[in-house]
Each structure stands twice: as structure tokens, then as C-alpha cells.
């Protein structure tokens, strides 16, 4: 990986707003990362406003805003429901705590996709009593739990086309063998969508199909559109169906390294409505409206993460390791499946870039490396702020507390203002729930300044 030298090599991965001040700092919406990182403490996700808005609004300049779906899963906070509500999409939740969030900051049900693959009975009975707009059928487990819960909504039949996305197989769901949905090729989706046509008070309105995520080649679509236009054929005479609607959820990819191309999504969505009327056209079939869900490809460079170096372990002819205040807690992405990042320094920006050192985190996993090779500047040292583009997407959402390590904060920043839309994690909160062996809570522990003034009473459970 050649080196970083000048902020505009970094345009492509870091938000809209991304800056340098006059004393090298790094400035996202108008704000300076330095500042923010001694206000707020590190790690920290930068969330900047402006990018997620610019990049929510290129889907919506193809299609209806409300046939747009923003995609939960990738990052989801009560704030980040209430913009996607002003920019008038529609919010796709996968399990009843994302639902609980999207009810709490008052989304409009009608405009919630209710997704996964194995919703519970009392999640459904959740999805019926705040009125969701959309419920996804992925089992025929799942067909009767809907009858059972007393729904009253419109459905979509998820299918998996067979089609494998070329990405990584753990972000792969469009292939035959998959834990998600019902295969075209076994007979399972035909006895899904007879099923589902059956339901009292429910409206069958379409089929839902997702192939897989960060996706940069587009041509798994065009065979998807072709499988699923034959399948339609089908369904139209077994049981006079065809959908008035075809949601292909998301999946666009989006660049986390210099040497990767974001797909346009414009660009992207109009292709899509081409093989749409070719493979329905050569068929005689209607063309369904387009839905998609988008999640990472409007939010993923929407942030950046900032650290605060704690040592340099400098191996003379292997490696140096640059350890940061965060790691596979707040990115598990690395570890899991191999992602890569860039890093610069937040507080030295015009530094020049020396050899290529390893950015690792403080936990006790010899796996917990952010960033394996990364050219930062030869003498970076404790104390340097170590910044992470591009970690809007499946970062905070999969961060978890290993090692008993408190979640970060996330500040939405905006024409030079800060504001707190996830408070910090302190350790009274991943003690809340531990309970002595009696079942009694804890009380004061003896060291509680040295945790962060800890307080939890000893009222009963």
C-alpha cells in the first residue's frame, strides 16, 4: 500500500465535510477532530451529518424516497431514525430491539420493513402493535407465526435467486445455501407464496431478494432480475400472483481503502430498472416498483473513528505496533472478515507518512489488529490521535464490551456544531446487570473512584 500524502488522496473515504486547519488538524462538519477527541474522550465515532444526507439523497434522486429502505442494521441510534424520517425514506429493522428504537424515536410505522430470519412470536405481536408497513416472510415456520400474531400488514416472500455475490462469504445471502429466505430451485418458494396468500387480514404485495453485501460488481444483479422473472411466470400461473412490488434490498459496497470505488447509486439503481423491464418485458410480465435497502453504501462514510495512541512496540526488522484505546470491541470488522482501513493522524495531517507499522488495539486477542499495514508517520508516539475513515458501516453496531471494555460515544457533527447522539459507555453500566451470588445487586465497590466514580446501589432485584 503506497503511502498517504495529502488529504485529497483521501476524498474518496472520508466525509463530504473532511478538512485540514491551519494547524494540521483534521475538521469533519466544520469541527476540529482534536478538540472533539479532548471534549468527548476517545475512542470516538465522528458522525457527520452532511454525508449521510448528500448520500441518502442519491438513492432518492432514482427512486421514491419511501421506496428507499435505510437499512438498520448497519447503524441505528434514535437520531439516525429521526433523519431518515426527515429525508422521508422508509427504515428496514431486522429484530425487535431495532423495531424498539425505530418506535422510540417515532418513526411512521407504514414506512418500517420488518426483516429476519428468525422473528420471534413476541417480536411479531410488537411489529402488529406498532403497525409496521412491511413484514418479510423467511420461513414457512414463520407464515404461521404471522397468522398466529394477528397482523394486519402487507408481506413480501423472501427468496434466494442463487445467485453468489462475489464478496465475502460471510456477507453472501443470495445463494442456495443460505439460512436466509426460501430457494427457487426445491419448490420451497412456491409453497411460501401459496401460504402466504392464505393469511387472514395480511396482503401479499411482492417478493424481497438480497444477494449479499459490499457488493462492487453489479452483473449478480442482472442474473438475479432474470431467476426471479422466471419465477414470477410461475407464481402467475399457479396462483394469478404477481407482485406489485420487488424489493432487492441493499448491498452496494463502499470504499474503505484508496483502491477501491464506491459504485454510484444513481447509476447503479438505473441498471437495475433496465434488466428489470428487459427480463419482465421478454416475459410479458408488469414491472414491479423498485424497493431497495441501503445501508452501508449511505452511512459508511459518514464516519470516522478516532483513537488515542497508547504505546508504540517498535521491533527492529519485523514490525512496529501502534496500539490505540479501542480495537475489535469497536471494530470487529478486521477480525471477523478480514476488512481493511486506512489511519492518518487526526492531530498531524500534514506529517509525512514513513513505513508501514500495524495499528492494534488493547485487548487481549493476539487477532485484535485494526489496521495490518498502514504507512503513518515515523515518529508517531503516545499521545497522537489515530483516525479511521470510512467506519460508519457495521462498526458501532457490532461493537460489544470484550475484555469488559465500555462502548464509545458518537457525536453528530454539523456546520461546526457537536452533538451527542450515543453517550459513552461507563463501567456502572456493564456492571447494571451482574448480580452476586445471592442475586442481590452489587454495592459500592472499595476502588469506585479509580472506576470512573462507579456507583450502583444494593437495592433489591
Known amino acids: 500500500m503506497s503511502s498517504i500524502s495529502s488529504l485529497d488522496e483521501m476524498r474518496s473515504i472520508l466525509p463530504d465535510s473532511a478538512d485540514t486547519s491551519s494547524g494540521g488538524h483534521l475538521i469533519v462538519g466544520g469541527c476540529d477532530a482534536v478538540e472533539l477527541a479532548s471534549e468527548y474522550g476517545t475512542p470516538l465515532v465522528v458522525f457527520d451529518r452532511a454525508t449521510f444526507e448528500a448520500r441518502a439523497r442519491s438513492y432518492t434522486a432514482a427512486l421514491e424516497p419511501a421506496s428507499v429502505a435505510y437499512a438498520g442494521k448497519a447503524f441505528l441510534c434514535i437520531a439516525i431514525c429521526q433523519l431518515v424520517d426527515e429525508l422521508g425514506l422508509s427504515l428496514d429493522v431486522c429484530t425487535g430491539g431495532e423495531l424498539a428504537t425505530a418506535v422510540a424515536a417515532g418513526f ?28 418479510v416472510l423467511d420461513s414457512l415456520e ?46 420451497i418458494a412456491l409453497e411460501a407464496v401459496k401460504r402466504a396468500l392464505e393469511i387472514p387480514g395480511c396482503e401479499l404485495v411482492g417478493l ?24 414470477i411466470a410461475e407464481t402467475q400461473d399457479r396462483f394469478g400472483f404477481v407482485p406489485s412490488e420487488l424489493n432487492l434490498g441493499g448491498g452496494l459496497g463502499v470504499a474503505h481503502t484508496r483502491d477501491e470505488i464506491t459504485p454510484d447509486p444513481a447509476a447503479s439503481v438505473a441498471r437495475i430498472h433496465h434488466a428489470l423491464r428487459r427480463e419482465f418485458g421478454s416475459l410479458s410480465l408488469p414491472v414491479p416498483r423498485l424497493a431497495v435497502e441501503p445501508g452501508r453504501s449511505i452511512v459508511g462514510a459518514s464516519c470516522v473513528t478516532v ?37 492518518f493522524l487526526a492531530n498531524r495531517m500534514d506529517a509525512p ?9 488493547k485487548h487481549c486477542e493476539s487477532g485484535d489488529v485494526l489496521i495490518k499495514d498502514v504507512h503513518l508517520p515515523d515518529d508517531v508516539a503516545a499521545g497522537d490521535l489515530v483516525c479511521v475513515p470510512a467506519t460508519g458501516a457495521y462498526t458501532y ?38 448480580r452476586r451470588l445471592d442475586g442481590s445487586m452489587p454495592g459500592n465497590p472499595s476502588n469506585s473512584q479509580a472506576l470512573d466514580g462507579l456507583d450502583i446501589s444494593d437495592s433489591s432485584s
Open 353 to 361: 507518512p514513513g513505513p508501514r507499522v500495524t495499528v492494534c488495539g
Open 208 to 231: 424481497h431478494a438480497h444477494i449479499g453485501s459490499q457488493i462492487f460488481e453489479l452483473a449478480a444483479f442482472d442474473l438475479a432480475i432474470q431467476r426471479l422473472a422466471v419465477f
Open 307 to 343: 483513537y488515542r495512541v497508547g504505546t508504540v512496540k517498535r521491533i527492529p526488522g519485523v514490525r512496529t505496533y501502534v496500539a490505540v484505546d479501542g480495537g475489535m470491541s469497536d471494530n470487529i470488522r478486521p477480525a471477523l472478515y478480514g476488512a481493511r482501513y486506512e489511519a
Open 397 to 434: 453496531s457490532m461493537a460489544n464490551n470484550y475484555n469488559h471494555v465500555p462502548r464509545p460515544a458518537v457525536v453528530m457533527v454539523t456546520d461546526g456544531t457537536a452533538t451527542t447522539i450515543v453517550v459513552r459507555e461507563t463501567n456502572e453500566d456493564l456492571l447494571r446487570h451482574d
Open 142 to 187: 414463520e407464515i404461521e407465526r404471522v397468522a398466529a400474531a394477528g397482523l394486519r400488514t402487507k408481506l413480501l416472500v423472501r427468496v434466494t435467486p442463487g445467485v453468489e455475490a462475489h464478496t465475502h462469504e460471510f456477507v453472501q445471502t443470495g445463494q442456495e445455501d443460505s439460512k436466509f429466505g426460501f430457494g427457487l430451485g426445491d419448490g
Open 108 to 135: 411512521p410505522p407504514e414506512r418500517i420493513v420488518f426483516h429476519g430470519n428468525n422473528k420471534s412470536l413476541d417480536e411479531l405481536h410488537a411489529a402488529a402493535e406498532s403497525g409496521v408497513g412491511r413484514v
